[in-house]
């Protein structure tokens, strides 16, 4: 029972064909063995024993401490019927109003006055020293980018070993 962090685990290998057996079962107390004749007996490598399969259980939540039967029926248990219609139609409302929301905003045209602008949307005037410059003839004489695709690879990285980033001046 790993999932319920007992320390020492059986492995299911390890469990000899004598203790799938009622006598053996009802003297066992250790829950961790006991789980592990279960898995045994569920996996269907020794046949299928419903009756025993019932019984070991039954014993192993005698013996388990009642954190852990807590768990295991929690971890075993399967919703209802009723829960499971419950939980269908809880997700169909809320898929409904979603939708309902997503056709009103549709509907409303704009979606200005339920998300709030982006942070520079209310300054969206650019300063002169943020304005692009113009191309002037002293621009045009910096060398132009180099797409790097074009020739062969290793004379990309000899430019790329070559730079020296003290040389480039920053603007």
């Known amino acids: 029972m790993d999932f319920l962090g007992l320390d020492k685990k059986i492995e299911d290998e390890n469990v000899p064909i004598e203790h799938l057996d009622y006598g053996y079962v009802e003297k066992c107390t250790d829950a961790v063995e006991l789980h592990s004749i279960l898995r045994v007996l569920k996996s269907g490598r020794e046949g299928r024993y419903f ?3 019932k019984f070991v259980e039954q014993r192993m939540m005698d013996v388990m401490s009642p954190e852990d039967k807590s768990k295991y029926i929690a971890l075993t248990v399967d919703p209802t019927r009723e829960e499971v219609r419950s939980a269908a139609t809880d997700v169909a409302d809320f898929v409904s109003q979603v939708k309902a929301d997503d056709a009103e905003l549709a509907s409303s045209g ?14 969206a005037t650019l300063s002169a020293s943020t304005a692009p410059k113009p191309i002037t003839e002293s621009s045009a004489s910096t060398p132009q980018r180099v797409d790097w695709k074009k020739g062969d690879m290793s004379s990309y990285y000899e430019k790329w070993g070559s730079f020296n980033p003290e040389e480039v001046s920053v603007v």
């Open 51 to 53: 009756e025993l399969e």
């Open 110 to 123: 704009s979606l200005s006055n339920i998300a709030r602008p982006p942070r520079s949307a209310t300054t």
